[in-house]
Every structure is written in structure tokens, then in C-alpha cells.
């Protein structure tokens, strides 16, 4: 009785499952499908305004022993914030697995940034912005010309992105107030004492009143207490005549 229950035990435990590695298993490096997940993210949502960063490390794994080849699958489409690159393993030409790989994507803009500490109600000179290379943030950045003249609504740290909701224009010129009126005609510049019918902005077209003329033109704001034309023989420019 004995020695037929040591016989049935023996038996039993030679039929047991083999471990991974004798019954022909072999393991495979996670680096060897991140270094084609990364190629394929690269190709797939990179570009030179683009960082790709791995959500998370591929582990190693356990597969069929053969030769191994890795492929990548169907290309995903990307969003604007993520992709997921799938890796095909195959042994001996039959695929085993699919990894897939995800990927966040960062893009970068070129902002204005504050150049140094700036005090609300500053006015925005060339030297007080600089461009800097950040990851946007849902926001379209205006360019530094586009903020030059304008006037902090509060205080702004240096290195602080700089948008145009934080600033608010400046009249250079004021309704009812004296501005030099700068008339160009075929090359020649001349200069005349006109009164502003409204406040303007830099860049914008106001309607100014010239006293000597008894017209009114419209002209460019083109700095504190200045607009500007280009005399149309046409006659296009004017807006209003004076009694």
C-alpha cells in the first residue's frame, strides 16, 4: 500500500506544469518595444514644437522561445495631448502580444514674457518683454509688438507670460485734445496742428479736425500726440469738411 502511494505521488508530481523557463519560455526586454514605441511616437505626433514623454516604462515580459521580431501596428491617430503607439511581438513570424504605448505631447509656444518686475499700470516698452519658449496653455499669446504701448492692468513678475487680457490700451491721443498731424504726399512729410475728434490708440485710425484747412481727415495713431497719412489724391482719406 505504501509503496503504491509513493508511486501515484511520484507520478502526480512529474505531471505538474514545468516552470516558465523549461517549458520553452524566454524573456523579453520592455526597452526593445519602448526604443521602436519612441521611433514610431516621433514619426507619428513629433515635430519641432512637440515634446513626447512616456507615461509609463514598459516591463519586461515573458513570451514563447524563438526568434523575436517587433513591428508597430496600425497608426493611431493623435490628439493634441496624448498617443498610443501599439508594438506587435511576434516569435517565429506569429504575434504573441501587442503593447501599447502611450505618450503625453507638450507643445511649445514662443510668449512675451515679462523681462523684469513690472508695476500695474506700466506702459509696455520694447525692453520690458522678452520671448521665451513655454508649453502653451490653451491660450493664443500675442507677439511683444502687439503689446508694445499698452498698460498693465496689475502688477506682473519677471518671467510672467504676458497676454493682452492682462493689459489695456492707451489712448495716445484724446478727444478734444491738440495733436500734430503728419501729412505725407508723394514722399514729402508736412506737419500741421490738428484737435483730435476722439480717443485713439496706437496704430489706431481716429478722425482729427485741421483748423487751417476747416477739414476733418482721418489719420493713423502713430505715438503720444501724433497721427499720421498718406495724402490720396483720390481724396479717399477725407471724412468731413469744416463750414
Do not use: H
Not at 507638450?106 to 510668449?111: D, G, K, N
Not at 501724433?226 to 490720396?232: K, S
Amino acid at each position: 500500500m505504501i509503496r503504491r502511494l509513493l508511486c501515484t505521488l511520484s507520478i502526480a508530481i512529474w505531471a505538474l506544469p514545468l516552470p516558465a523557463a523549461a517549458a520553452g519560455m524566454q524573456r523579453l526586454d520592455g526597452s526593445r518595444v519602448a526604443a521602436l514605441a519612441a521611433r514610431v511616437a516621433r514619426q507619428t505626433a513629433g515635430a519641432p514644437d512637440r515634446e513626447l514623454d512616456a507615461v509609463a516604462s514598459v516591463p519586461d515580459m515573458e513570451i514563447p522561445s524563438g526568434t523575436v521580431s517587433l513591428a508597430s501596428g496600425p497608426r493611431p491617430r493623435p490628439t493634441a495631448t496624448y498617443v498610443s503607439i501599439p508594438v506587435v511581438v511576434s516569435v517565429n513570424g506569429q504575434a504573441v502580444r501587442t503593447v501599447y504605448v502611450g505618450y503625453r505631447i507638450t507643445t511649445y509656444l514662443q510668449v512675451p514674457v515679462a523681462a523684469r518686475n513690472l508695476a500695474a499700470g506700466s506702459v509696455l516698452k520694447a525692453d520690458d518683454l522678452e520671448m521665451k519658449r513655454l508649453p502653451a496653455m490653451g491660450r493664443i499669446p500675442a507677439s511683444a509688438d502687439e503689446l508694445l504701448g499698452r498698460r498693465t492692468l496689475a502688477s506682473v513678475p519677471a518671467g510672467t507670460p504676458v497676454f493682452p487680457e492682462m493689459t489695456a490700451a492707451v489712448p495716445l491721443v484724446r478727444a478734444g485734445q491738440p495733436c500734430l498731424l503728419v501729412v505725407t504726399d508723394d514722399g514729402v512729410r508736412v506737419t500741421a496742428e490738428a484737435i483730435s475728434r476722439q480717443d485713439g490708440v496706437l496704430g489706431q485710425t481716429v478722425a482729427v479736425y485741421v483748423e487751417q484747412t476747416k477739414r476733418a481727415v482721418s489719420a493713423i495713431v502713430s505715438g503720444k500726440g501724433r497721427v499720421e497719412f498718406d495724402l490720396d489724391p483720390s481724396g479717399g482719406q477725407d471724412v468731413a469738411s469744416g463750414s
